[in-house]
Structures are given as C-alpha cells and as structure tokens.
C-alpha cells in the first residue's frame, strides 16, 4: 500500500516537474511543454505594416482571429483547435526588413510545427500577390 502511494506521489511529481509555462511570441506566458521546437520565422523585404495585414488576411481565412495588438504587432488566432500567435518585427527600416514569428500550441500544451510551417508560407504567398 504504500509504495503505491510513494509510486502515485512519484508520478504526480513528475508529471509537474515536465510541464510548465511557455513564452509566447507576443510577450505572455502559456500553459505547456517546455523544450518543444513551436515557433517559425520568416523574414520578408516588405514594410511591417503591409507583413501585418497579410498576416491578419491569413488567419482569418484559416480560423478565427482572437486577438489584434497593434502596439507590439502581434495576433492570436485559434485554428483547427490550435492556439496561433504571430508576432511581425521590423528588423532595419530603412531596406526595409522584416522579421514574423509563428508560434502554435495544442490545446494539451504541445506544439503542431507543421501548422505554423504553412501559417508562414500563406503569409508569404500573400505578400507576392
């Protein structure tokens, strides 16, 4: 009976000792799997606001789009059940360049890599047309 218990308490342990928060691209912090590759960059030469609006037009089409910050140029959305932040960047204004990072998450706090793979290549497509 007790190493039951020991064996129970043992797991538990474990189980709060792997998962944790993690750092959002736009700043905050979430519930999941540390360590997990989940974020995508892409760097365009565009200006940011134009990167912006390409990226607002791809997640609207692909899901619902949750959240809009126009001071730090991020967005969140939720596809397919999936938590969806980008954040846009402008690296050197002057050529102009810049940088957007796709980060997803599953609802159980893992990541879906190929998810933000396409994310980036739409937002991409969407700047050459």
Do not use: W
């Amino acid at each position: 009976m007790k190493t039951k218990f020991l064996l129970l308490l043992l797991v538990v342990g474990l189980a709060g000792a792997i998962t944790g928060c993690v750092n959002t691209v736009d700043g905050r912090s979430q519930a999941g799997l540390p360590f997990l590759k989940d974020t995508v960059e892409g760097r365009y030469e565009r200006p940011a606001a134009a990167v912006f609006a390409a990226s607002k037009e791809v997640l609207r089409f692909n899901g619902a789009l949750t959240a809009e910050n126009t001071i730090n140029m991020s967005l969140e959305a939720k596809i397919s059940q999936r938590a969806v932040f980008v954040r846009v960047e402008e690296l050197d204004p002057s050529k102009p360049v810049t940088r957007v990072l796709v980060q997803t998450r599953t609802p159980g706090g893992g990541t879906d890599i190929d998810l933000a793979h396409e994310i980036e290549k739409q937002i991409a497509l969407k700047l050459v047309r």
